[in-house]
């Protein structure tokens, strides 16, 4: 707070802001201020070049509104040029868009598309394998009447170990924790899950207390009623029927023996996410007091095993056959926690394009084709637009064809010279497929090469660039870092 200035409070209670050092601060507006915030913004584009989509968009819209800033136009006249351009390139997307099989029963396009997000990633040496997992994961969670996946019902949990290969899907979940006795068996089958999130433990008062033991007898009928109040929660337990107990707590090593002596395994410290997914796979309720505890609120399942990792002493739990059978697990191997994690994230991008055709099975062909088509929709609208909007929709344009430049630059080839030949293609031939040759296969035509992007995440860079562009251009009045303004 030393930097802003002192939270105070009024008589009413509400708070308020001093602030000081008022003269070591310098104050833009208008157009300083929105340069200012147009050369960060670039500066982080910059950066971002290699990734595309709407970080490279929003910084080449930012330079063209500079450009135009420059030449008087006001910020808002430049916002709602955008504004137009996105909704005509829109407009066009939705028009050169065509329908992609999206069939449970033939998932071979599913697994091209997935293959061709994972082609640039690290696990590209196994992305076959990976795609599959990807599209069945999908599709097994996955509501087709309403055209909707449901992403809390897909985990993604990683061990350290093994080869990238060794990765599954599991048709259930994997919870990394093992029972909390070494002598509890490793296999139970038709299991009543009770899942608790209050601790195995004698009720304790909720003010400070303090418990003075002065004798041998005292420490003894302490240690009986302990024992009594253990015995009386795993009754409660087995009597509704249960036969494991996934607790959110730890207990005790006496707590564990007496688990251990009345045959009710018992799973602890399981985190609250996990939790929450062994509910809703298990179809069971969380119950948060001993005494509430039903057998309707009993999740089942068919197995749960605990699993070992070679040598290591390593262990897991699997819970299989559930009740709802939607909910997987992809369980990822890995040599380290490196490889693991980037397997994550490539298999997350290829989990939401595989879920954007499921929501929306058209596509438009990628390689900077939709861009270039897009950016000839808006000049042609620009051309008929009279008023002073024009000049923003032809920069929307020139933003447009810095993706396939970007696209080409870095593939190693000429930008200008492979954008402006693709250009002319498009218009002399009427194509909207054609792009930037990025695997030099002698096509230009993204149709017979499978370059596919879908259409709602197409759609979605294009507005959201322009959101972050039009949110920026309304900032005319900035305090910086400075010099006294004295």
């Not at 500079?66 to 030449?71: G, S």
């Not at 137009?84 to 999206?102: G, Y």
């Not at 009386?232 to 002596?261: P, R, T, Y």
């Not at 930008?415 to 096509?443: S, W």
Request: glycine content about 6%; proline content about 4%; hydrophobic content about 40%.
């Amino acid at each position: 707070m030393s930097t802003l200035g002192t939270l105070a409070f009024d008589e009413y209670g509400r708070p308020f802001i001093i602030i000081k050092d008022q003269d070591k601060k310098t104050r833009l507006t208008g157009i300083d201020a929105l340069k200012s915030h147009i050369m960060a913004a670039k500066a982080v584009a910059s950066t971002l070049k290699t990734s595309l989509g709407p970080n490279v968009l929003a910084g080449a819209l930012l330079e063209q509104a500079e450009q135009l800033l420059d030449r008087g136009i006001h910020p808002i006249r430049i916002s709602d040029g955008y504004d137009q351009a996105a909704r005509i390139a829109i407009d066009q997307l939705d028009k050169m868009a065509e329908t992609f099989p999206c069939d449970p029963n033939n998932t071979e396009p599913l697994i091209q598309t997935a293959m061709t997000t994972l082609g640039s990633k690290v696990i590209n040496r196994c992305h076959r394998q990976m795609a599959e997992i990807a599209v069945n994961a999908i599709l097994t969670v996955a509501d087709m009447e309403r055209k909707d996946v449901d992403f809390e019902l897909i985990k993604m949990e990683g061990k350290v170990g093994g080869k990238l290969e060794d990765t599954q899907l599991i048709k259930g979940v994997i919870v990394d924790k093992e029972f909390s006795h070494p002598q509890m068996p490793k296999v139970l089958k038709d299991v009543k899950i009770a899942i608790l999130t209050c601790p195995f433990e004698p009720p304790k008062p909720k003010t400070k207390h303090k418990l003075d033991v002065t004798s041998v007898e005292d420490y003894r009928a302490l240690q009986k009623y302990e024992k009594e109040k253990f015995e009386e929660m795993i009754q409660q337990v087995k009597s509704n029927g249960a036969n494991l107990a996934i607790c959110q707590w730890g207990f005790d090593d006496e707590a564990n023996h007496l688990l251990l002596q009345n045959e009710l395994p018992a799973i602890r410290w399981v985190g609250g996410p996990e939790i929450e997914l062994i509910a809703i796979a298990t179809g069971g309720r969380i119950v948060p007091r001993f005494c509430e505890l039903t057998p309707e609120k009993l999740g089942t399942a068919g197995l749960v095993k605990e699993i070992s990792f070679g040598t290591t002493k390593d262990h897991m739990l699997v819970i299989q056959e559930c009740k709802n059978t939607r909910a997987v697990t992809i369980f990822i191997r890995g040599g380290n926690k490196m490889i693991i994690e980037e397997a994550k994230r490539a298999l997350h991008d290829a989990l939401c394009v595989i879920r954007n055709l499921v929501r929306d099975n058209r596509v438009v062909y990628g390689g900077g084709a939709s861009e270039i088509a897009c950016a000839l929709a808006v000049n042609q609208a620009a051309d008929k637009c009279p008023s002073l909007e024009q000049y923003a929709m032809r920069s929307f344009a020139d933003a447009l064809e810095v993706i396939p430049m970007a696209l080409a630059e870095n593939s190693g080839l000429n930008p200008i010279q492979n954008m402006t030949e693709v250009r002319a293609r498009q218009v002399r031939e009427n194509n909207p497929f054609l792009g930037i040759d990025c695997l030099q296969n002698n096509t230009n035509d993204m149709k017979q090469q499978h370059v596919i992007e879908t259409l709602i995440g197409k759609k979605q860079q294009i507005l959201l660039a322009t959101q972050v562009v039009k949110m920026i251009l309304k900032i005319d009045d900035i305090r910086s870092q400075g010099e006294s303004e004295d």
